[in-house]
T-cell receptor
Framework: EVQLVESGGGLIQPGGSLRLSCAASGFTVSGSYMNWVRQAPGKGLEWVSVLYTGGMTYYADSVKGRFTISRDNSRTTLFLQMNSLRAEDTAVYYCARDSVWGSGTFDIWGQGTMVTVSS | QSALTQPASVSGSPGQSITISCTGSSNDVGRYNYVSWYQQHPGRAPKLLISEVNRRPSGVSNRFSGSKSGNTASLTISGLQAEDEADYYC??????????FGTGTKVTVL
């Protein structure tokens, strides 16, 4: 079965760091354009970052310089390293596969992992 | 990277058709045919409804259709059903190799 499962969320103080993981099954993350999308409580979806098959990365202005997207050599896990966290980073974080090479066709989503930034 | 503009809410009676608009700019919606639409029920992950403006993935009802004109894309739901009550989001690729979502539309079935 093709699926994504996120983990690593939790409560973190402002200024802290957290690393989210997204485990893929049924396909390899290295063979797909993989994205992170977040949703603050009661708010809309916000695109966060993408990792291309060739290794290129792009970020939303709101997280640029603080977040880093990467994948492991096993080709099955996507990561999001989040540093200098702020209250406004509080959200459910989803990983999603773009099935049509950068078109934003997010066909597979994980269930999401909650990140709460608060003192 | 401003969010694409969608109406906050749209409502209709069962069996009716409704249309949700998604307005961007020449740097996103107007630039590529890379507009997708997502349905999200409370507490659930989004679900892909339409890709590349008007492509419907396997398994998605043909009551959902998409179109685009200039900097505005649209999602039409025909034969509205109670199960269609949800939040809907558009998404576009941008000239900066990023993506931007719409502000979201809450659909209410009266």
């Amino acid at each position: 079965e093709v699926q994504l499962v996120e983990s690593g969320g939790g409560l973190i103080q402002p200024g802290g760091s957290l690393r989210l993981s997204c485990a893929a099954s049924g396909f390899t993350v290295s063979g797909s354009y993989m994205n992170w999308v977040r949703q603050a409580p009661g708010k809309g979806l916000e695109w966060v970052s993408v990792l291309y098959t060739g290794g290129m990365t792009y970020y939303a202005d709101s997280v640029k310089g603080r977040f880093t997207i990467s994948r492991d050599n096993s080709r099955t896990t996507l990561f999001l390293q989040m540093n200098s966290l702020r209250a406004e980073d509080t959200a459910v974080y989803y990983c999603a596969r773009d099935s049509v090479w950068g078109s934003g066709t997010f066909d597979i989503w994980g269930q999401g992992t909650m990140v709460t930034v608060s003192s | 990277q401003s969010a694409l503009t969608q109406p906050a809410s749209v409502s209709g009676s069962p069996g009716q058709s409704i249309t949700i608009s998604c307005t961007g700019s020449s740097n996103d919606v107007g630039r590529y045919n890379y507009v997708s639409w997502y349905q999200q029920h409370p507490g659930r992950a989004p679900k892909l409804l339409i890709s590349e403006v008007n492509r419907r993935p396997s398994g998605v009802s043909n009551r959902f259709s998409g179109s685009k004109s200039g900097n505005t894309a649209s999602l039409t739901i025909s034969g509205l059903q109670a199960e269609d009550e949800a939040d809907y989001y558009c998404c576009s690729s941008t000239s900066s190799n990023t993506h931007v979502f719409g502000t979201g539309t809450k659909v209410t079935v009266l």
